[in-house]
Structure formats: structure tokens, C-alpha cells
């Protein structure tokens, strides 16, 4: 399979969408071109599956290598792992039901769409890029719509958070460029053709001096787009301010761009890696146990949400930082997971929001009897977040925790004993929300007359919450892609 | 009701070890590996089980055997069979599954476990169960004021036990004062104030720096030979205090 495929699809459709005429054409378009997309990833899976039961000796399948700037030895090159392949369903999951609860979005619409659709497309070019300078490239590309998205159709405290988020986000970049140039300037020896290329990088292997200097700035750089303690004060805010399409984009494929630069980052250099992993399993497990109190004192559902999704994502950091085999996987299933859930999460707090006009816990009850279906969406996101069993949830909790287990020495008990003991502070914090929010009497006598879930927003919230049941059921199949 | 008033009655008789209901083959069991562990175990073990046969028995003479307190608003109805049928099933189970040798199907390793006798062990906790049977039928089995009597003669324990030790309370006081207040709370204020401050902090820094720099930049000739002299000055002074 070409995978430009999968980069070509988004930005024609961006760029149809530029041309189309009224608003049902702009959504429909958009609609369309996500779906193709979707298509295409599952295409790509059972692709995938066929050539990986042939093909043992290559790491990465459908590569494609052309000369990008031949003088600099930068190429695009492109290929695809069995973490890229689950990643790339993910953000194809997560586009179709953005699209889907974009509807209401009325003004300036076709911009919106543009945007999205652009950013979807540097996600996509993240994770099929092999080259680190094209890798790169894809990040920034996702970064600047962002700053539009959430400075334009945004709510709230919009433009602060809009700078603040994509400050944030370009030092974490620069941290990011500073790495890679220093991994590049180290190749090939001195005066020789230098290269970006991870699996030429990864054949020839790196000087562990080298690997130990820049690897802290490729890990924190990726990690600043996960969350990293203390560097995720953009996520509460940005989360928080960014419309509804935004936010499942932002929580769902966004924050694990850094997830996935992290591992790519820890399977270039592991020595560097397992020198620094205590710092990392340090600041994760801060990230897990500080985000989990600080969300239970937060009284705006999408401050919420925000604030649990710097404590879920510790655990993906965690999983890496542990450097086991059980834990780099959970790591994979709490990114999938986590993505997710976080993206019905916050389209159930959008539907919530359009009708109520408040994501203020206090002022919100009863929910569950005038919008059955929407806050059967909320409830489903929040068993998944507090790890209900069925739910993918809770298989990436107890494979991160099962694999973080594996690690010897006290450091690594500890994080995990607190790590798992933070469940109970989810637990809280959800049940709580939730039952003030959807259960118990109606807050407001004017919430009587709201409209349940439209067409458009059942099928986002039955897509997401697909996702979430298929893999708290069966979560084999993915767990072997991701091995492969 | 008199269905209703079987099953209650065979559910406490079980519950309360009175043989030969299921209950008393299964506190039998316990209370003997009890026995032959620990003493103090097997007291506390012994003494729970008359105190259960006491409160189960003292519902079940309230409910049944004393007049209705009040006038309910609705009268009440036979059963219906979605209601009659698994409480009979689960009556037969209370009456007779204790016939069934567990004890061979369950084995520590492969070897089944030796069924116990019934013998002399069995003899305290029925007599104690039927103690408490029999104190639960003078206090309660017809409406008099001995039960105020009591409760006023233990009336310390007698709050003790009504607010259920206060365990409730503690863990209020532990998820409320503690948790909430002093953990939750202070890592919220920190992650806005002294976090996030930090990062802020560092934009603020940088605004600073840049309108400070940004005079430097004027675009006035006259500034520019200002900084001219005081450069030629500065690097003039530098280089006689190098060569001297």
C-alpha cells in the first residue's frame, strides 16, 4: 500500500473543501474525506496483517524512500510499524467523529474544516514518517492549526490559552529540533554525509555520549505534547478553551504524538533510555498522583477531563519509563485507550454544553432524564477513565501496572504501589461528576425541554464508544499488532 | 403472608447456625478449624454467632409476630410467582444445601479434605444461637418496653453501636478534611499558582527581556553615536588595561 495515501486523503480534502459551497457541502465533504480515510487505515490493517505473516525480516513495511533535500541527506521516507498502524486508526477513529460533532459549527465553517483537517494530516505524516527531520516537519504542521482552532471558534479565556498552548508546544518543538540536530550532526563521522534516518540511526547505532546528551532533550521535548510534569499547564487551558472537534483532537491524537515520539525516541537510543528512566518514572508518577487530586478539586467538566488526561497520560510515560515489554505495550493501549476515551469524553461534554450552555458541575443534574443517550456517553467514557473491566481502559491500566511490576528495586515499587493507588482518586472524581451531572433531580426547570443526541452525534458517540467496548472485550488483536 | 413468613423464618434459622440448615454446617466447619488454631478466634467467632441468631431473630419477631405500627398506605398483596418462585428456591437452598459435602469437592492441593464428624464441637454455638433466639424472642417476640429497658441500661454502647462505631464519620473527616482539603485542594492552588505561575513566569520573563532590549533599538541616529563612543570608550579602556 502507498501510505502517501494516507497524507494525500486529509489535505485533498482540505483543499476541496476550500472550494465547496454551503455549509452542508463543507460538512459533507469533510465527512466523506474522513471516511476514506477511515477506510483506508483498516485497509491499511488487513494489509498490514497479510504482509507481517510473510514478512519477518523488515521492521517497518510499505517503505518509501525519495530524496527530499539530497545536499542535507533529508528524505521522505516513509513506513509503517505495527504502533504506527494502530496510531494511524486511531486519528482516522477520532477524525470521522470530529467531523460528526462539528456540525453545529456555523461560522466560518469552512476554515474549521480546513484546519482540522490540515492538522489530522500532519498527525497522519507523524506517524508514518521514518526520516526525523520529516518527523518533525508533521509535528509543527500540527501544531500551528491549533493555535487558529482554539484562538477563533474557541470559548472562554480563548486567546490566552490559544498563546499559551502553542508557545508551549513550539518549546517543546524546539527542544525537539535541538536533539535531533544533535543526533544528526554525530552520524556518518566527521565531514560525512550526515542523515535523519531512524532506521539507518538505529543499524548504525549511536556514541552513548551523544545518545546521553540529546535524549533528554528529544524525551522532554515529545513529553512536553504528553503532558510532562511540569511542563502541562497548556493542557487544562488549551483543553478547556478549544471547541469540541478541537479538544477530541487536541486529548485524543495531539497528546499522543508525544507519547509516540517518546517510544520511537526510547527504541533509537535504549541505553540512554534506561540511564534516564528513573527521572522519568519520577516525574510520571508525579504527573499520575498530583493530576488525579488536582482534577478532583475541579468544578468545569472540561477542567476535568483535562486534568485527568495529564494523570492518564503519566501513565503512558510511566510505561515507557518502566522499559519492560508488558509495560511499552500497556503504554501503546493506555495511548489508544486513552484517546479514546478522552475523545467521547469531551464530545459528550460538547453536547452537553451546546444544550445547557455550562460545563459547571454545580449548576448541572438530572441530565440522564431529558438526554438519555448523551449522558449514556458520558457514563461509558467514565468507567473506561476510572478502568471498569470490559473496557479499554482497564486493559491499559493493568497491562502498564503488570509491566511496570516486572521492574525490580524499591523506585520502581513505589511508583507503581502509587501509581495503581491513584485508581481510587479517579474513581472520585468521576463518580462524583457524574453523579452530580447526569444523575439525581433536574438542576434547572428550562433543562426539561432539551433535545437528546441528533443523528450526527450518535453516530460520533457510537464510532468512539465502538472503539472503547471492542477493546475492553477483545483487546488481543490489537495487543498482538502492537507487538508485531 | 405466609410464604413469605416460611422463608424469612428458614433464611434466619440458617443464618443463625441452627441445625440441620445450611448455615450450621458452614459455621461448623469454621468454627472448628477455628478451634484448632487460635482460642481467641473461636471466642469471638462463638459469641458473633449467638449475637447473630439474636438480631436476626429480633427482625424477625418484630416483623412478623408484632402488630403493624401503622396504617400502610398500600395493603399488602399475595406474592406474585416472579417473586415466589426464587424466594422458594433460594428457601430450599438455605434448608438443604447443607447436605452437600463441599468439603469433599474442595481440596488445599489435590487431595479432597476429610469431612469432619458433627460432635461435641457442634454442642456451644447452637446453644449459643439458641440463647440468642430465646432473649431475642423475650425482648421483642410481643411489643413491651423491655427493649427501652436495655438500651437504657447500656446506654454508652448502646449509642456506640447506633452510629455504627462512627466509622462513617472517620472516613467523612479522612476524604473531606484530609483529602479534599489538604491534599486536593493545595495540589490544584499549586498546579494554577506556582506551576503553572512558573510557565507564565517564563513568557512574562521573555516580554520583559524583549521590551527591555527593544530601547536599544530606538532608530535615532543621535543614540546610535551615543552607543558609538560609549563602545569606543569602553573597548578603549579595555585595551590599555590589557596592554598595561
Redesign the interface.
Given at each position: 500500500m502507498n501510505l502517501s495515501l494516507l497524507l494525500l486523503t486529509p489535505l485533498i480534502t482540505a483543499v476541496a473543501v476550500l472550494f465547496c459551497r454551503g455549509l452542508n457541502g463543507i460538512r459533507w465533504v469533510s465527512l466523506a474525506g474522513t471516511t476514506v480515510q477511515l477506510l483506508l487505515s483498516f485497509g491499511l490493517l488487513a494489509l498490514y496483517w497479510k504482509e507481517r505473516a510473510t514478512d519477518h525480516a523488515h521492521l517497518q513495511l510499505f517503505e518509501y524512500r525519495h530524496a527530499w533535500f539530497a545536499s542535507l541527506n533529508i528524505g521522505y521516507h516513509v513506513g509503517v510499524d505495527g504502533l504506527s498502524v494502530a496510531m494511524i486508526l486511531l486519528t482516522a477513529f477520532i477524525m470521522v467523529a470530529a467531523v460528526l460533532v462539528s456540525w453545529r459549527v456555523e461560522r466560518m465553517s469552512k476554515e474549521f474544516f480546513f484546519l482540522l483537517l490540515v492538522l489530522s494530516a500532519g498527525a497522519y505524516g507523524f506517524f508514518i514518517s521514518l526520516d526525523l527531520f520529516t518527523l518533525f516537519f508533521f509535528l509543527e504542521v500540527s501544531v500551528i492549526p491549533k493555535f487558529l482552532l482554539i484562538g477563533i471558534w474557541g470559548s472562554g479565556r480563548k486567546e490566552y490559552s490559544a498563546m499559551?498552548l502553542a508557545?508551549?508546544l513550539m518549546g517543546g518543538s524546539a527542544l525537539v529540533f535541538v536533539g535531533l540536530l544533535g543526533l544528526y550532526y554525530h552520524t556518518g563521522g566527521v565531514g560525512g554525509p550526515h542523515t535523519f534516518d531512524m532506521p539507518v540511526l538505529l543499524a548504525s547505532g549511536l556514541p552513548a555520549g551523544v545518545t546521553r546528551v540529546f535524549f533528554p532533550f528529544l524525551f522532554v521535548g515529545f513529553g512536553i505534547f504528553t503532558a510532562l510534569?511540569?511542563?502541562?499547564?497548556?493542557v487544562?487551558d488549551g483543553h478547556s478553551s478549544a471547541p469540541t472537534a478541537a479538544s477530541m483532537f487536541l486529548a485524543g491524537v495531539s497528546m499522543k504524538l508525544g507519547g509516540y515520539g517518546c517510544l520511537r525516541m526510547v527504541f533509537l537510543m535504549p541505553e540512554a533510555a534506561r540511564e534516564y528512566s528513573p527521572y522519568i518514572i519520577g516525574l510520571a508518577t508525579i504527573a499520575i498522583v498530583?493530576g488525579a487530586?488536582?482534577t478532583?478539586?475541579?468544578k468545569d467538566l472540561k477542567y476535568i477531563n483535562a486534568y485527568s488526561s495529564i494523570s492518564h497520560c503519566g501513565f503512558i510515560l510511566l510505561g515507557i519509563g518502566m522499559l519492560t515489554e508488558t509495560a511499552i505495550r500497556g503504554a501503546v493501549l493506555q495511548m489508544i485507550s486513552h484517546g479514546l476515551m478522552t475523545a467521547l469524553f469531551f464530545a459528550a461534554i460538547g453536547m452537553i454544553y451546546d444544550r445547557t450552555h455550562t460545563r459547571l458541575v454545580e449548576r448541572l443534574g438530572g441530565l440522564l432524564k431529558t438526554m438519555p443517550f448523551i449522558s449514556t456517553l458520558f457514563v461509558i467514557a467514565g468507567l473506561c477513565s476510572l478502568g471498569l473491566p470490559g473496557l479499554s481502559g482497564f486493559v491499559a491500566e493493568i497491562t502498564v501496572f503488570m509491566g511496570s511490576w516486572q521492574r525490580t528495586g524499591e523506585m520502581y515499587r513505589l511508583a507503581t504501589i502509587l501509581a495503581c493507588a491513584s485508581i481510587v482518586i479517579t474513581a472520585?472524581y468521576i463518580l462524583r461528576a457524574t453523579g452530580q451531572t447526569i444523575m439525581g433531580p433536574l438542576r434547572e426547570p428550562n433543562y426539561n425541554g432539551l433535545t437528546d443526541a441528533t443523528w450526527n452525534e450518535k453516530l460520533a458517540g457510537i464510532l468512539l464508544g465502538a472503539g472503547i467496548i471492542a477493546i475492553g472485550v477483545a483487546p488481543f488483536w490489537l495487543n498482538e499488532l502492537i507487538i508485531k | 403472608m405466609p410464604l413469605t413468613h416460611v422463608c424469612f423464618l428458614v433464611a434466619c434459622l440458617s443464618i443463625s447456625g441452627i441445625p440441620p440448615f445450611s448455615g450450621f454446617f458452614s459455621k461448623e466447619d469454621i468454627l472448628l478449624a477455628a478451634w484448632q488454631t487460635n482460642k481467641l478466634v473461636y471466642g469471638i467467632g462463638l459469641f458473633t454467632s449467638g449475637l447473630t441468631a439474636f438480631y436476626m431473630f429480633r427482625l424477625y419477631f418484630s416483623i412478623f409476630w408484632n402488630k403493624p405500627r401503622e396504617e400502610h398506605p398500600h395493603k399488602m398483596h399475595k406474592l406474585p410467582l416472579v417473586e415466589s418462585i426464587p424466594l422458594v428456591i433460594l428457601a430450599l437452598g438455605a434448608a438443604f444445601a447443607g447436605f452437600i459435602p463441599f468439603s469433599r469437592l474442595m481440596s488445599p492441593g489435590s487431595v479432597p479434605e476429610t469431612a469432619h464428624g458433627i460432635g461435641l464441637m457442634a454442642v456451644p454455638p447452637v446453644a449459643l444461637a439458641l440463647l440468642g433466639i430465646g432473649i431475642a424472642a423475650y425482648l421483642y417476640g410481643k411489643e413491651s418496653d423491655r427493649p427501652a429497658k436495655v438500651a437504657a441500661a447500656f446506654r454508652g454502647f448502646y449509642t456506640f453501636a447506633y452510629h455504627k462505631f462512627y466509622i462513617d464519620e472517620v472516613y467523612a473527616f479522612v476524604?473531606k478534611k484530609i483529602?479534599?482539603n489538604l491534599?486536593?485542594?493545595p495540589?490544584?492552588w499549586i498546579?494554577r499558582n506556582i506551576?503553572?505561575g512558573?510557565?507564565?513566569g517564563l513568557?512574562t520573563g521573555t516580554a520583559w527581556t524583549s521590551a527591555g532590549i527593544k530601547r536599544v533599538q530606538s532608530g535615532k541616529v543621535q543614540d546610535y553615536i551615543l552607543y558609538f563612543f560609549v563602545g569606543i570608550a569602553g573597548l578603549t579602556v579595555l585595551f590599555i588595561y590589557i596592554y598595561t
Open positions: 499559551k508557545l508551549m510534569f511540569p511542563f502541562h499547564t497548556w487544562p498530583y487530586f488536582a478532583m478539586m475541579q472520585v | 476524604t483529602i479534599f491534599i486536593g485542594r495540589a490544584a498546579d506551576v503553572d512558573l510557565m507564565n513568557a
